[in-house]
Each structure stands twice: as structure tokens, then as C-alpha cells.
């Protein structure tokens, strides 16, 4: 089922001389259980198409579907974003963005409490969580006191605790070495078999990309590999893949 | 999940250091009213302690406290007789400074007639009340005389028989009660050095402007010189007889020439008006003056603590968290610096009032005030701190 649909979307920033198009109709679709990548250097509006999807910053034109709900057409369809974000998204970063007063099972259980899910329910899944994201025995333990691949996983499990429809990483391995990036990357691509959910993932890093059902390559804000059939899409870095 | 104890977890140290400064400025804010209560408490302590029910001074004079008033002793006699007196007893009140055993001692000497005892020492916490004419005093502990100490006053040594506790005149200076003939004397009695040397200065002034009627000279000089009379006092009291209607009577005194009769609940307010009012308006200013520094320490301090989560908070928006969970983190950190500040100025109080120079006098009533206060300051300056998270979007949860 498709739960990501995103057509013509246009951000520009400014106004005028100082006007800046940071992506120019970009187009895109995700299915539940698929892991869809989004390849491009820095500044090329990887990120920004990410936020739009999210309901985060506005973009100046086109459509964003997520699951059955139209949010964005020309302008936002919703209000309550917010409610929208932690009822049907889950996040992940680059720099693991966990808070930093808060313990690993206690980030978890802050997205939970978020969603209303509370008391011994919640801990219940937080370990859970933790525990199928390999880090339960780190549950007691701050941020500060995790290794940047023990963060991501914490990050993930934070992401997956309100049962997203979506999964938005961004650049969720640029701050861990290859081989911990490729776990996550791993992780992902078990999330979405076992989860169900979509995984969008922004990164500028090829290698990082194998496996992934769809990679789409952003460049000057112009998504140059589309989501239809007419063989806009590639296949993974490395495979000989490129615009057709 | 209480996301400001768990910020605050986080570094302990700098919140409790931040607890113990805005603690210790509430401290002070506690104080000011406790000092401001102390005054009141002290002024008409000793007013309450003479048992009078109305005061007769000098004509258009505010009484022996407010201000000066002289009056002859034997007025007594006369206000005796008003109908609806009980009993009229004089009263005298002044502050001195003597040394004792190297240390100065300021003393509100009270005089008053032993055998009506108006006036006097109604509650004795050591020894005995004063029990012959002369040379015998009742000490308040604040002086720090023990039973038995002599000191020297005027040409006479004065022994320490009895002592009260917390009754100070209206300018926080201890009180000592003596009778009145001593009272009398210490004030007014010249030692002999005294008259000899103002003899002879007089009489050298007069020797000059008559110098053919030497005899006269020498007599005017004597009667500038010697010892005036010392039957006068500062107010004479009043006990009415049952039934009596104060103000009445008051108004009965009051026909007469030379006098102004006050009812005690009058010369209680004589004296708040007084000095006692400058000292609340003093008190007062300080107060708002201090409150508003602890309401903009505890916003500077929210402020940037605040800023310091602005990250989580993006965070948290990003992960879709209402509003009013931010709302909270800030507002509940704001609450628990200033509810943990109030505590540390209550313990710090407890602590030392005891120890401070003047009675500092705290009720229930000023507590909850100041922890109405300080909940309301810390609502005010969570303000900004409120403002500053709100305004994060929750995309700068993904810069870095």
C-alpha cells in the first residue's frame, strides 16, 4: 500500500534577488514495508524535502499524501501537525538526537508518553524496544554515557515506539564509522520487513544505500529519478545505476 | 515521566547553587516583613506591658515614646480625682548610654511608682521585681546583666534584682525599670564636680555684670548651678474604674489646659504612625525592591536554562509533544528553583533570626505570603524562558 505520496513539490526560499529554489517539482512515493533512499550531495535539498514531507517547513507548491491523509496542497490541509507527526511519523538523525537528560529507556518512554501510552504498558514496550534494537542492557544509561552506534539504535527505537507509518532518517549514519553504519542500515531494512513501516532515508553516502527497494538522487533540488514507471528509478549505487 | 526533575537531575549542583542564592534573597524578603513585625511587636510592647488604660501627656504632645513630654509629677493628684479614675500613677521614660565592663550599654529607662506598680514589670523571667525605694533596678536579658551586677548611674550604683525578657523601647534599645525617685535622679542630678564647676562659672559671669552686689552674685549663681527640681515626668498613667468609658474620661482629662489624654489603643497608633510607619515604608520598598531582583535572577536564570534545551525542545515538537508539555518542562523548572529557594529562606530564617540584632518576628501569614510570592514570581519569569521555547521550530531539531 502506498503510504507516502509526493508530487511537484516546490521549496523556495526568499523572495526576489535573494530568492533560493531549494527543490523544483521533486516528486516521490513510498510503499508500506519499503526502504526508499534519497541520494545527494550537501545542499542539494534532501533535507528539506524530508522537513516538507514531515509537515516541518512549508513548501511554496505541490502535494504530500501521508497514508490517507492529504496534508499539504498548495497549503496545509492540516493544523494540527504536531498530532499528525507523532501519531503516524518516527525520526531519526543524524547526530542521534537523543535528549540529553533522559536515559535510553527514558527517551523511549518520552515518545510513548507523548502518544498517551503510559505506566507499565509503556515500559513494557520501551524494553521491548530496546531489547529488539539489542540495547536492553543499556537501558539506565544517559546519552552521554552510549557509543554513537548505542545512540542510533536508542534513536531508532525512540522512532518505532509510536508504530510509525513512516520512518524519516536523516543522514542517520554520517556520524558512525561504515561498519556501524551498515548495521543501522541493516536495521532499517529488518524494520521495514518485520514493522511494516516505510523507511525514507536521506544521506549523501552511496555505499550506504545497497539493499534498499528505491533510490531516488536529489541534485539541485531537482529529484532526477521520479517514483513512476517510466524507469525513473535506479538501482542502488554501485549496480551501474543512474537516470535512465 | 517528569522532563524538568530529570533536566534538573542533570546537573544538580548549579540548580541547588542557584536554589541557595534565590533562597538566601527571599531570606531577605522573609526578613523585611519579620523586622517590620519585630518593630510593632517591640513599640507597643512596652506600651501593653504598663497595663494602662489611658495616657495623659503634655498638651498637644504624642507621649513619652513619640516624642518628649514634661509634665509635673504631682499632676497625679489631680487626674486622681476625674471621675471614673481608678488610679493615677507617673511615668517616666528616657534612653542613656553607660559602659559596663567595656562594653557600651543603651538603656530605655523606665521610672514608674512602685506603689501603684503602672508602669512596671508585669512579668518577671528571673528573680524578683523591685522591692525597696532605691538602688535597685529590673533588667531586660537583652542587656545582658546578670542577677546581681551593680552598675553605676548617675552618683549611684544600681543592683540588677530581676529581669524580663523581649521588652525593648520603641528605638530597640533594651529597658531597665527602675522607681521613680531613681529614675528621677539618674536624669536630672547633677554630681557634685558638676554643680562646683557651674557655680563657679556662673558666678564669674555675674561677678562680672554686678560687680558692686558680690553677695547676689554668688546666690544667682547657686540657684543656676544647683540641682533643679526633679519632680517631673513624662506622662502620668491611667487605670480606670470598672465600668469607666475611656474615651470619656480621656475627654474629661483633655478639657484641661495642659494636658492631652490618650486611650492606649490611641497611643499604640501615636506610635505606628510614628517612626514605626517610616520604618514600613522603608521596610516595604526593600521588599518590592528585593522581590523584583529575585524575579528577574530566577527569569535570567530560567532564561538559560532554557536555552540550553532549545535543541530537546525542538526536539520534542519535532516528535509531535503538545504544547503545553514544553510549557510545563520550563514553568515546573521555574516552580521548583523558587518552591526549593523558599525552602532554603524558611530553613535559613529558622536558623538565624535568633542570632540577628533586632527581633525578627515571622508568622504563618508572612510564610504563605512569600510562598505566594515567590509562586507567583516564578510564573512571571518562567515568562520568557516559556516565550524563547515556544518560538523553536521543531526543524532545528535537525540542524546541528
Redesign the interface.
Known amino acids: 500500500m502506498e503510504v507516502v505520496r509526493i508530487e511537484h513539490l516546490t521549496k523556495v526560499y526568499g523572495s526576489g534577488h535573494t530568492a533560493v529554489t531549494a527543490l523544483r517539482e521533486a516528486s516521490l512515493t513510498a510503499h508500506d514495508g519499503e526502504l526508499v533512499a534519497i541520494l545527494g550531495p550537501s545542499g542539494s535539498g534532501k533535507?528539506t524535502l524530508?522537513?516538507a514531507a514531515?509537515g516541518?517547513?512549508e513548501p511554496t507548491g505541490g502535494r504530500i499524501t501521508i497514508g490517507a491523509t492529504a496534508l499539504y496542497d498548495g497549503g496545509w490541509l492540516m493544523r494540527d501537525r504536531?498530532?499528525?507527526?507523532?501519531?503516524h511519523?518516527g525520526?531519526i538523525?543524524?547526530?542521534h538526537?537523543l535528549?540529553?537528560?533522559?536515559t535510553a529507556r527514558?527517551n523511549v518512554?518520552?515518545?510513548l508518553?507523548?502518544r498517551a501510552v503510559t505506566g507499565a504498558r509503556a515500559v513494557r514496550v520501551a524494553q521491548e524496544l530496546l531489547d529488539y534494537l539489542g540495547v536492553g542492557d543499556r537501558q539506565g544509561h544517559?546519552p552521554e554515557q552510549l557509543s554513537g552506534g548505542e545512540q542510533q539504535r536508542v534513536a531508532i527505537a525512540r522512532a518505532l515506539a509510536n508504530a510509525p507509518q513512516v520512518i524519516l532518517a536523516?543522514e542517520p549514519t554520517a556520524a558512525l564509522d561504515t561498519e556501524r553504519g551498515q548495521s543501522v542500515m541493516a536495521l532499517f531494512r529488518q524494520i521495514a520487513r518485520e514493522k511494516g513501516s516505510a523507511v525514507i532515508c536521506v544521506t549523501h553516502d552511496h555505499r550506504m544505500v545497497e539493499g534498499f527497494d528505491h533510490v531516488y538522487r536529489v541534485k539541485d533540488g531537482l529529484v532526477t529519478n521520479g517514483p513512476s514507471g517510466e524507469d525513473h528509478r535506479v538501482p542502488p549505487a554501485g549496480t551501474g545505476g543512474g537516470v535512465a | 515521566?517528569n522532563?524538568a526533575v530529570?533536566?534538573i537531575?542533570?546537573h544538580p549542583g548549579r540548580f541547588v547553587l542557584s536554589c541557595i542564592g534565590v533562597g538566601l534573597m527571599l531570606t531577605l524578603v522573609l526578613s523585611y516583613g519579620g523586622i517590620y513585625n519585630g518593630f510593632v511587636q517591640e513599640a507597643l510592647a512596652l506600651i501593653n506591658n504598663t497595663g494602662a488604660d489611658l495616657w495623659v501627656v503634655q498638651r498637644d504632645t504624642r507621649g513619652p515614646f513619640a516624642e518628649q513630654s514634661r509634665m509635673p509629677e504631682d499632676v497625679r493628684y489631680r487626674i486622681a480625682i476625674v471621675p471614673g479614675v481608678a488610679e493615677a500613677s507617673p511615668y517616666l521614660f528616657y534612653t542613656i548610654q553607660r559602659e559596663w565592663q567595656g562594653r557600651p550599654l543603651r538603656i530605655a529607662v523606665v521610672g514608674y511608682d512602685l506603689h501603684t506598680g503602672l508602669g512596671g514589670p508585669r512579668r518577671i523571667v528571673a528573680g524578683r521585681g523591685i522591692a525597696q525605694g532605691h538602688y535597685e533596678m529590673v533588667a531586660d536579658q537583652k542587656l545582658r546583666l546578670p542577677l546581681g551586677a551593680r552598675l553605676h548611674l548617675g552618683q549611684h550604683d544600681y543592683t540588677v534584682v530581676g529581669q524580663t525578657r523581649g521588652l525593648v523601647g520603641s528605638g530597640g534599645d533594651p529597658v531597665a525599670f527602675f522607681t521613680l525617685a531613681d529614675a528621677q535622679e539618674i536624669q536630672f542630678v547633677k554630681d557634685n564636680w558638676a554643680i562646683r564647676n557651674q557655680r563657679e562659672r556662673a558666678q564669674a559671669a555675674y561677678t562680672r555684670a554686678l560687680p558692686t552686689q558680690p553677695s547676689l552674685s554668688a546666690r544667682l549663681a547657686r540657684e543656676l548651678a544647683d540641682n533643679p527640681d526633679v519632680h517631673t515626668v513624662n506622662a502620668i498613667l491611667v487605670r480606670l474604674a470598672p465600668g469607666a468609658q475611656p474615651q470619656a474620661v480621656a475627654r474629661e482629662i483633655g478639657r484641661w489646659k495642659y494636658f492631652s489624654a490618650y486611650t492606649t489603643e490611641q497611643q499604640s497608633q501615636l506610635l505606628l504612625a510614628g517612626s514605626v510607619a517610616l520604618a514600613r515604608r522603608q521596610t516595604s520598598l526593600f521588599r518590592m525592591v528585593l522581590a523584583l531582583t529575585a524575579t528577574v535572577i530566577i527569569a535570567q536564570i530560567i532564561y538559560t536554562m532554557t536555552l540550553e534545551k532549545l535543541?530537546?525542545i525542538a526536539?520534542?515538537?519535532?516528535?509531535?509533544?503538545?504544547t503545553r508539555?514544553i510549557v510545563a518542562l520550563v514553568l515546573q523548572e521555574s516552580l521548583a528553583l523558587g518552591v526549593v529557594a523558599y525552602g532554603v529562606a524558611l530553613l535559613v530564617g529558622s536558623l538565624t533570626y535568633d542570632k540577628w540584632p533586632r527581633l525578627v518576628l515571622v508568622g504563618t501569614a508572612d510564610k504563605l505570603t512569600l510562598l505566594a510570592m515567590v509562586l507567583g514570581i516564578c510564573v512571571v519569569a518562567s515568562a520568557m524562558g516559556i516565550r524563547r521555547a515556544l518560538q523553536v521550530?521543531?526543524?532545528a531539531?535537525?540542524s546541528?
Open positions: 533535507t524530508l522537513m514531515a516541518i517547513i504536531g498530532r499528525f507527526r507523532r501519531e511519523l525520526f538523525f543524524q547526530s538526537n535528549i540529553p537528560f533522559l527514558e518512554l518520552m515518545a508518553q507523548i544517559l536523516d | 515521566m522532563l530529570r533536566d537531575r542533570r535543541k530537546p526536539l520534542l515538537k519535532l516528535m509531535g509533544a503538545p508539555t521550530e521543531a526543524s531539531a535537525l546541528d
